[in-house]
């Protein structure tokens, strides 16, 4: 459904991915692991075409369509989410005007704020709070929440549990492993083996702006070695 397949991506002249090959199935949820620096919100935001880093080589497919011509809102008519790094949210507006903003409240189809909120109960009991005034975790679901809004039949999501602390962590995994579960595809970004592990159905280790290394999560449960010897673990 999507195909990378041999993606040079640059920041100006520094050259970061050099010709990534990946794909992900319908309903797949494949983890794409990496150390630090290594590319991985660069072939994210390469997907999403955002304006930086410009894609100078190789192809992008979704559903047999090139995205390279189209802008970021384009990508996400055609039912592709991002969870951005980060988690950048508008200081001055509320939970439930973040979720609103994108789909009007009246909206009866797909994903609507109720659903959301059913999925993450923290967001309903905070609904009226501020962007600046939620926990890292609560800023966490409610980017989660904000890409559901569109529908989607891909998430991006890039280190979603990046800096929570543990049982945010386990919370949040489990929700990735329930949406997986309903048939979205998730390409989903993780430093943590484990985390990746308890979620995807596949891994791809990216190191230096290449993919070093691909494997069924089943195979690398029987054997960790190969895997852990990509990500540089010993
Ligand atoms: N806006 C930018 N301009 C120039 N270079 C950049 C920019 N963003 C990232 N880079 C460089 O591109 C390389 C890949 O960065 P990227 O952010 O994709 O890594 P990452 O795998 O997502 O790392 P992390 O796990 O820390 O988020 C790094 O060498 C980084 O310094
Ligand atoms: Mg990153």
Avoid at 3 to 26: I, M, N, Q
């Amino acid at each position: 459904m999507l195909e990378v397949k041999d993606l040079h991506s640059f920041y100006g002249e520094a050259h970061v991915l050099h010709g990534v090959t990946l794909t992900v199935r319908p309903s797949e949820v494949v983890a794409l692991l990496g150390r630090n620096g290594m590319g991985k919100t660069t072939l994210i935001r390469s997907i999403m075409r955002l304006a930086q880093p410009q894609v100078r080589g190789g192809s992008l497919h979704w559903k047999g369509e090139e995205l390279h011509d189209l802008t970021p809102h384009e990508v996400a008519k055609r039912r592709i989410a991002l969870v951005p790094q980060g988690r950048r949210l508008f200081p001055s507006l509320s939970v439930t005007e973040h979720l609103t903003i994108l789909k009007p409240a009246s909206a009866k189809d797909g994903w609507t704020v109720e659903r959301v909120f059913e999925m993450f109960p923290r967001l309903a009991e905070r609904r009226h709070h501020r962007g600046n005034q939620l926990s890292g975790g609560e800023r966490q679901m409610l980017a989660v929440g904000r890409a559901l809004m569109i529908d989607p039949e891909l998430i991006l999501m890039d280190e979603p549990t990046e800096g929570l602390a543990p049982v945010m962590v386990q919370h949040l995994e489990s929700i990735i492993s329930d949406l997986g579960r309903t048939g979205l595809a998730i390409l989903l970004v993780e430093q943590n083996l484990y985390s990746a592990l308890s979620v995807a159905d596949r891994l791809y280790v990216l190191e230096t702006g290449k993919v070093v290394h691909e494997a069924s999560a089943d195979a690398v449960r029987k054997d960790q070695g190969p895997l852990m010897r990509f990500l540089g673990v010993h």
